[in-house]
């Protein structure tokens, strides 16, 4: 897991589901090029999602705060066949075709910048804070720190 250039922020995104209470988590952590934790997020969905739209969903809400917050994200998932959906060029027909064609229309908005896959072990981080999102029910946010487990 390397730093990011100047101007460009690390989104690191992940997604945990709990079936048995029908709640998905989402967690996003955004670094600077010296790996300063700008912002962590845990977020909770009241949703039975199958695990590729929920990573699907988890990299979307990502890259959409980086957006929203004027940073230019290069996109970390452990993710491996979102990351390939987001990459390919071909048309994809079923329901995680509308999300994977948001995330690169949003990637095209950030100057085209990149999504690449990670192994879970340089993505935890992302997996804690989508933890915290199903444990707590209700989206939490924390500026410059990462909260305490």
């Known amino acids: 897991m390397e730093n990011p250039v100047t101007g460009i922020f690390k989104v690191n995104t ?15 952590i955004i670094r600077d090029c010296e790996g300063f934790v700008l912002a962590s997020i845990g977020q909770a969905m009241m949703a039975n999602f199958p ?7 988890a ?13 230019w994200p290069q996109c970390e998932s452990d993710a491996l066949a979102v990351v390939n959906l987001v990459c390919s ?10 999300v994977i064609q948001d995330i690169k229309s949003l990637l095209f908005n950030c100057n085209g910048n990149s999504i ?12 804690c804070l989508a933890k915290i999102g199903i444990g707590n029910g209700f989206d939490s946010f924390w500026l410059e720190e990462f909260p305490p487990i």
Request: aromatic content about 8%; overall charge neutral; cysteine-free.
């Open 51 to 57: 695990p590729q739209l929920s990573e699907a969903l």
């Open 89 to 98: 060029n071909d048309p994809i027909f079923a329901e995680i075709g509308i």
């Open 59 to 71: 990299l979307m809400k990502g890259i959409q705060f980086a957006y929203d917050s004027r940073l």
């Open 116 to 127: 690449s896959f990670v192994p879970r072990k340089a993505n935890m981080a992302a997996h």
């Open 14 to 28: 992940d997604a945990a589901i709990d079936s048995k209470v029908g709640r998905v988590g989402f967690g996003i």
